[in-house]
C-alpha cells in the first residue's frame, strides 16, 4: 500500500524541475509564530492582518514598528530545523533544478544553505524609508530595545521621513524581479512542493496553479487542509520537519546539517 511520502517521493524522484513554495508553517518548528496562528506574548491581542497595512503604520507607528523589531530579534535567535536542511539535500540529489519560492520574510532558507531562494515578501532583515526607499541598517535597527511595545521608527538619514520595514503589506505590489523569478520557474516545473502556508493569499496562492497549468504536479505538506489539499495531486498531512527528511531519506539521501 502506498502513502503520501511514497507517492511524493515517486514524483521528486523523476522531476527536472521543482518549485518549492513555503510559508509561515515551514518555520513553526523553528519556534517563528506562523501568521495566522496567535502571535505570541504580548502581540496576541492583535489581529496580524491589521498590523501588516501601511494604513496601520500610519496610523500608530510606533506599535507597528515595535512588532516588526520583536520579530526581527526573534528570528535572528531561531534556527533552521531539518526541514530546511532537507530542502537543501533535495536539491543536491536531482538532477534538474529546485527553486525555492517563499511568502516568509526569516531569511532561514537562504541561513540553512539553500542557494535558489525566491523571497516573495521580501525580508524582515531589510528596512527603507516609507516615502524616498533609501535603506536603512537592520544591524541599527536591532540594536533598538527587544521586548518594547512601542518604538519610534527611526528617520530617514536623507529625507526624514519615517523607516519602515522591507517587506510587502497587503495592498502593495510584489518585487517584479522576485515575481518574474518565480512565475518562470512555476511555469516549467515538473512538481510543486507547498509547505506550510494556508493558501489564503494571493498572487503567491496562483503559484501551483500556474505548476498544473505546464502539466507539473502538486505536493502539499501541511498538518491542516487548505483550500489547495482538494486540488492537489499529493496532500500529505503533516509537520515540515518530519515529513521533509523523510522525503529526501525516500529519494535517496540523507540530511546533513
Ligand atoms: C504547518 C506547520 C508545520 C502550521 N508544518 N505546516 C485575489 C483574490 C483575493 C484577494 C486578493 C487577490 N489578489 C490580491 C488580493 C489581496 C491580498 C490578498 O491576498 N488577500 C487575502 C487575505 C484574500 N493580496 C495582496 O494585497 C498582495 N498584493 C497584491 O496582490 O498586489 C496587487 C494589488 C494591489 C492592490 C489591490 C489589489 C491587488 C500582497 C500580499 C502581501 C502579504 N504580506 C504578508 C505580510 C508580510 C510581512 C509580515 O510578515 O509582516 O505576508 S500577509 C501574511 O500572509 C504574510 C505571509 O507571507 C502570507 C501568507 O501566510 P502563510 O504563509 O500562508 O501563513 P499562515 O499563518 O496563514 O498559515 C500557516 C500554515 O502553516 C497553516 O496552513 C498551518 O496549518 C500550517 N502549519 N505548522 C507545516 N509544522
Ligand atoms: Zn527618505
Known amino acids: 500500500m502506498t502513502g503520501p511520502l511514497d507517492e511524493a517521493a515517486g514524483l521528486l524522484r523523476g522531476a527536472k524541475r521543482v518549485v518549492v513554495l513555503t510559508g509561515a ?29 501601511e494604513r496601520a503604520f500610519r496610523r500608530n507607528p510606533d506599535r507597528v514598528f515595535a512588532w516588526y523589531v520583536s520579530r526581527l530579534h526573534a528570528v535572528r535567535r531561531a534556527e533552521p530545523h531539518d526541514g530546511y536542511h532537507a530542502l537543501v539535500r ?11 519560492v517563499t511568502q516568509n520574510v526569516d531569511g532561514l532558507h537562504g541561513r540553512a544553505g539553500s542557494r535558489d531562494v525566491v523571497e516573495l515578501h521580501g525580508s524582515l532583515e531589510a528596512f527603507r524609508c516609507i516615502a524616498c526607499r533609501h535603506p536603512a541598517s537592520a544591524d541599527d535597527i536591532a540594536r533598538l530595545e527587544d521586548g518594547a511595545t512601542v ?7 536623507k529625507c526624514g521621513n519615517f523607516i519602515r520595514p522591507g517587506v510587502v503589506w497587503f495592498g502593495e505590489t510584489l518585487p517584479v524581479d522576485a515575481m518574474e523569478r518565480a512565475w518562470r ?11 506550510g502556508t494556508s493558501s489564503l493569499v494571493y498572487p503567491a496562492a496562483e503559484l501551483p496553479s500556474l505548476v498544473a497549468a505546464g502539466g507539473g504536479r502538486i505536493v502539499e505538506i501541511n498538518p491542516h487542509e487548505t483550500p489547495l489539499s482538494c486540488r492537489a495531486d499529493v496532500y500529505w498531512p503533516a509537520a515540515a520537519g518530519e515529513a521533509l527528511p523523510a522525503l529526501v531519506a525516500a529519494c535517496g539521501g540523507s540530511v546533513a546539517k
Open 185 to 195: 520557474a512555476a511555469r516549467t516545473a515538473d512538481v510543486a512542493l507547498v509547505v
Open 25 to 53: 508553517g515551514m518555520s513553526a518548528e523553528s519556534g517563528v509564530p506562523t501568521f495566522r496562528d496567535a502571535q505570541s506574548g504580548w502581540w496576541a491581542r492583535y489581529d496580524p492582518e491589521d498590523l501588516a497595512t
Open 90 to 100: 533535495l536539491a543536491t540529489l536531482l538532477e534538474g533544478v529546485l527553486t525555492v
Open 151 to 157: 518604538i519610534h521608527p527611526p528617520a530617514c538619514a
